[in-house]
């Protein structure tokens, strides 16, 4: 029981925070913006706790099914949770642009912050990191199209087409990403996999242990980490729900910059993915990076825009999908690059560093509120 309790730490810690928030929520808003402020970072911080350890179980589980499966299960959590603080924080304070401004903050955060400070560290520790270029060539192909199609596209259609125009794009993503998984886990998987050197050593004590019987991982040995990433996603969920409402408190009348909001839950999503793409670079493995890193942009946009569009069609709200033209440079700026970068099949600290500078000019452009 101890040995649970030290292990699950960074849940229980969250779920304190929940029980110490839910029935005070009321007092804090009514307290002032500095108290509504002062508990709201108490909160994401909260959220992070939960999230890293989301992002340990899902580790967990990606090990026990393997690539592509492992990283599948990463991006799909994180988005998960991304898509239920958006739908909290659209719930509490509506608005048009929150949807748009944070997937495509995810895009920046997962394509230039995250594959671009992991290519950079892996680099200098490593030199050039090896991967699977298909993988690469296919995720950027993908993302190019999801995104061409559900936040470019909109800019062109008339304001009495949206509702015909969100129903398209539901039932294209939809079919998009099915068809996508299919492919992954089935004829395609190679494409996301990547066969990396062994120490003789090392490759002798691999085949003895394939070679032995109880190698086999235990008959339900997936739930504990099924039920770890199930328990963080739902306290992640209750938690947004009362930052939301600190949040909006605490940010009346500072002049923040509107992006900082979305900014904030595409941190909050995408912190398993930082750590373990880190880990994963610094371990001189650059295919779960480039995995993680494209594959989580892939399913951002995706998944959430059909999951957005059909809120809108529900309540008869139009969303705001289509990128303002700052927002369209820099992410076709960095699609470009990120193609370039990859064509040969290897990173290198070269390449992490345009990557690292594309997402600093994200965060100035967000700054001055372009």
Same mark, same amino acid.
């Given at each position: 029981?101890?040995t ?7 849940? @229980? &810690? $969250?779920?304190? +925070? =929940?029980?110490? *928030?839910w ?5 804090? #808003? /009514?307290?002032?913006?500095g108290?509504s @402020? &002062? $508990?709201?970072i +108490? =909160?994401?911080? *909260?959220?992070?706790f939960?999230?890293?350890? #989301? /992002? ?9 099914l ?6 599948m299960?990463?991006?799909l959590?994180?988005v998960?949770?991304?898509?239920v ?5 659209m ?10 401004d ?6 920046m955060?997962?394509i ?11 680099g200098l520790r490593h030199g050039?990191q090896p991967?699977?270029?298909?993988s690469?060539?296919?995720?950027i192909?993908?993302?190019?199209t999801g995104l061409g199609?559900?936040?470019?596209l ?6 009495a087409?949206?509702?015909?125009y969100?129903l398209?794009t539901i ?10 998984l ?10 996301f996999s990547?066969?990396y ?7 002798a004590t ?7 019987p ?5 008959k339900?040995?997936l ?11 739902v306290?992640?969920?209750l ?16 002049g ?5 909001a ?10 398993p ?9 610094l371990?001189n ?8 890193a ?14 957005i569009?059909?809120?809108?069609l529900?309540?008869?709200h139009p969303i705001?999908?289509a990128?303002t033209?700052?927002?369209m ?6 699609l470009?690059?990120?193609?370039i970068?990859?064509?040969?099949g ?5 390449e ?5 500078v594309?997402?600093a000019?994200?965060?100035?452009l967000s700054?001055?509120g372009?």
């Open positions: 029981m101890l649970f309790l030290r292990r699950e730490a960074s849940l @229980l &810690a $969250a779920a304190a +925070a =929940l029980c110490a *928030a029935p005070l929520e009321h007092a804090i #808003v /009514a307290a002032g913006q108290v @402020l &002062a $508990a709201s +108490a =909160l994401i911080v *909260a959220i992070l939960a999230s890293v350890r #989301v /992002a340990h179980h899902a580790e967990t589980l990606a090990e026990r393997g690539e592509p499966y492992g990283t299960v990463l991006t959590s994180a998960l949770v991304e898509v603080i958006l739908a909290i924080i719930n509490e304070s509506p608005s048009p642009t929150l949807a748009r944070t997937i495509y903050a995810a895009v955060l997962d230039n912050a995250l594959l671009g400070l992991s290519a950079l560290l892996g050039e991967y699977n270029v298909d690469g060539n296919t995720y192909v993908m993302i190019l199609v559900a936040m470019v909109p800019a062109f259609v008339p304001a087409h949206w509702q015909a969100s398209f039932i294209v993503m939809v079919l998009l990403y099915g068809l996508f299919r492919l992954q886990t089935g004829r395609h998987s190679y494409f990547y066969s050197a062994q120490k003789p050593q090392a490759a691999l085949a003895a242990h394939a070679a032995t109880d190698d086999a991982h235990p339900g040995s739930a504990p980490p099924l039920a770890g990433i199930a328990a963080g996603i306290l992640i969920g938690l947004s729900e009362v930052m939301a409402r600190t949040l909006d408190t605490g940010l009346a009348g500072t923040a910059p509107p992006i900082l979305p900014l904030v839950v595409a941190t909050i999503s995408a912190s993915e930082i750590l373990t793409a880190l880990r994963a670079a371990g493995r650059m295919q779960p990076v480039v995995n993680i494209l594959g989580a942009s892939l399913s951002t946009v995706v998944l959430t825009v059909p999951v569009e059909a809120l809108a529900l309540t008869h705001a999908m990128l033209l700052p927002q440079v820099m992410t076709l700026l960095t470009l690059v990120a193609t970068n990859i064509h040969d290897e990173t290198n600290a070269i992490g560093l345009t990557h690292f594309l997402f000019a994200f965060l100035m700054a001055i372009v």
